[in-house]
Nanobody
C-alpha cells in the first residue's frame, strides 16, 4: 500500500508563502501520479493540484497562478509551493494518488495525518 506523510504547514498572513512536502513510500512505481487535496472545517475534501508520471500538472481554478506542484521521483517527495496565500486557503492539506486534479478517488483509504495551513487576514 502507498503511505504518505505530509509536512510543512504553518500559520502565515495574507500574501505569505509556504511549501508543503509529501513523503511517499510503499508500493509505488518508478514514475507515479500524486495530488494535493485540502479540507476546511465543514467542507468536503477538494483537489488542489496534481502531477502525473510525465510531470504534467493540473490545478484547481482557485489556486492557478499561485500554487505550484512538483515532485522528485528519486526522493519520492511531492511538493506544493503556495504563494499569495489567502484566508480562504486555510485548511488541512493532504496528498494522495491522483493524476489530474479532481475530487479524491473513492477507493483510496491510505490518507495521512495532513498538515494544517492557516492564513490570517
Amino acid at each position: 500500500a502507498v503511505k504518505v506523510v505530509e509536512s510543512g504547514g504553518g500559520s502565515v498572513q495574507t500574501g505569505g508563502s509556504l511549501t508543503l512536502s509529501c513523503a511517499v513510500s510503499g508500493y509505488i512505481s518508478d514514475n507515479y501520479c500524486m495530488a494535493w487535496f485540502r479540507q476546511a472545517p465543514g467542507k468536503e475534501r477538494e483537489g488542489v493540484a496534481a502531477i502525473d508520471a510525465n510531470f504534467a500538472t493540473t490545478y484547481a481554478d482557485s489556486v492557478k497562478g499561485r500554487f505550484t506542484i512538483s515532485k522528485n521521483d528519486a526522493k519520492n517527495i511531492v511538493y506544493l509551493k503556495m504563494n499569495k496565500l489567502k484566508p480562504e486557503d486555510t485548511a488541512m492539506y493532504y496528498c494522495a494518488p491522483r493524476c489530474r486534479v479532481g475530487p479524491p478517488l473513492g477507493w483510496y483509504t491510505g490518507w495521512g495525518q495532513g498538515t494544517q495551513v492557516t492564513v490570517s487576514s
